[in-house]
């Protein structure tokens, strides 16, 4: 898997327009210093990661939680700025049965959730955005605009969504489902360091999505994922076996998916024989709405 990031296109403009205008340039080559995979208890972890040096302005203003959700094994993420007097925040791909959990935390810590975003429509579980809209006045819902979803905001490849001063690049990461994004933090002085890759169902901790259902294609996935710098933190959308972080270093070195060569990875993915999910024939109807269905019409 050869190419998850190039460059960025548009602005998914909110609250400031400074920080629209002040946003740094992309640069993806430079590798640093190696991080070792850290292995923790799965029990609805909230975990945060803070760095100084090199982005240590950036890491000051982000507010960071990895939320579980143990019978879809799924990761929510939350990100805020709280740098910015408002402290707005965005939740990454959230699960309807978690909603009144991730909503209360956002109330607690004091955050103004402005983006409910999903990486793409899953297939294990019903997307929380819907429920969180009729929860939280003004929340716009996120999605990708090749994912054929209801959504807010339709977003590329290149967009970058912005939360104060902080930003998400988007990256199209197609192979899992057509409309699979990543979402990347930015690269500056003033963005977090070193850079966190939230990646859904695309590359998960020494594996990868499934390709067999949603419009999946083994070719696609294969030439959409590296050329981040090594030590990208990569935050996948579930984990089974009580991973919460890798780094794109270590994917390379040690996801036995991604040292084979394409036709051996085509073949392994053809052969990974895995069970109809169980949640399909629900989830994918209900996140294709945003995951709450249309209301019925009113009675005359």
Not at 256 to 277: G, H, S, V, W
Request: aromatic letters at 8%; glycine letters at 8%; hydrophobic letters at 40%.
């Amino acid at each position: 898997m050869v190419a998850l990031l190039r460059s960025c296109r548009r602005l998914i403009p909110h609250l400031s327009a400074a920080a629209a205008a002040s946003s740094p340039s992309s640069s993806w080559c430079a590798p640093r210093a190696r991080r070792g995979l850290r292995l923790l208890p799965v029990v609805l972890a909230m975990a945060a990661y803070s760095s100084g040096g090199a982005g240590a302005e950036g890491t000051r203003r982000l507010l960071f939680r990895q939320l579980f959700e143990k019978e879809s094994s799924t990761y929510t993420y939350l990100l805020a700025d709280v740098g910015d007097p408002e402290k707005p925040a965005v939740l990454i791909d959230p699960v309807d049965r978690t909603v009144d959990r991730d909503i209360n935390l956002i109330k607690e810590l004091g955050l103004k959730l402005v983006y409910a975003m999903n990486t793409h429509v899953h297939a294990d579980h019903v997307t929380g955005t819907g429920l969180i809209k009729t929860k939280v006045p003004g929340v716009k819902s996120v999605i990708s605009k090749a994912s054929k979803a209801k959504a807010d905001h339709f977003i590329e490849h290149g967009d970058k969504i912005y939360f104060g001063n902080l930003f998400l690049e988007v990256r199209a990461t197609p192979g899992h489902t057509a409309g699979c994004m990543t979402y990347v933090t930015g690269d500056g002085h003033d963005q977090p360091s070193p850079r966190m890759a939230f990646t859904g169902d695309a590359l998960i901790i020494r594996a990868c999505g499934r390709t067999d259902f949603q419009g999946g294609s083994s070719d696609e996935l294969y030439e959409s994922i590296f050329t981040l710098p090594n030590d990208t933190l990569l935050y996948p959308a579930h984990d089974y076996k009580g991973f919460t972080v890798s780094t794109v270093e270590e994917e390379v070195a040690y996801n036995a998916r991604l040292t084979k060569d394409k036709e051996t990875f085509k073949t392994i993915m053809e052969n990974l024989n895995l069970a109809y999910p169980k949640m399909i024939d629900v989830a994918v109807p209900a996140n294709l709405v945003c995951g709450i269905q249309d209301p019925p019409p009113s009675k005359v």
